[in-house]
Nanobody
Framework: QVQLVESGGGSVQAGGSLTLSCAASGRTFSNNAMGWFRQAPGKEREFVAGISRFGGDRSYADSVKGRFTISRDNAKNTVYLQMNSLKPEDTAVYYC??????????????????WGQGTQVTVSS
């Protein structure tokens, strides 16, 4: 079992920045590829960013490429999502997810085994 707890969400004006954190407990953190997803009201949950076990491979949705950065600290069992140049369309609940025993992070929801409860990000224009 892996437990995931997100934090760092909030309200920010367009152009601002936020950093989300996801603290993991349970199974060995470095055994899992990690991902961030988001879900806006009335929309499907979508992939935002993913990172491999040791951080050497990262992937991003086209909509956030160049603005968001995913990173991890295996010593702290934490994955981060640095979000810069935020736009109103980034408003959503952001979820952290773990793909157990995977080397690289996938982009599809079904590839992930564990999910956090989500943290709200609201960007106003």
């Amino acid at each position: 079992q892996v437990q995931l707890v997100e934090s760092g969400g909030g309200s920010v004006q367009a152009g601002g920045s936020l950093t989300l954190s996801c603290a993991a407990s349970g199974r060995t953190f470095s055994n899992n590829a990690m991902g961030w997803f988001r879900q806006a009201p009335g929309k499907e949950r979508e992939f935002v960013a993913g990172i491999s076990r040791f951080g050497g491979d990262r992937s991003y949705a086209d909509s956030v490429k160049g603005r968001f950065t995913i990173s991890r600290d295996n010593a702290k069992n934490t994955v981060y999502l640095q979000m810069n140049s935020l736009k109103p369309e980034d408003t959503a609940v952001y979820y952290c997810a773990a793909d157990q025993d995977a080397l690289r992070a996938g982009t599809r929801r079904y590839e992930y085994d564990y999910w956090g409860q989500g943290t709200q990000v609201t960007v106003s224009s």
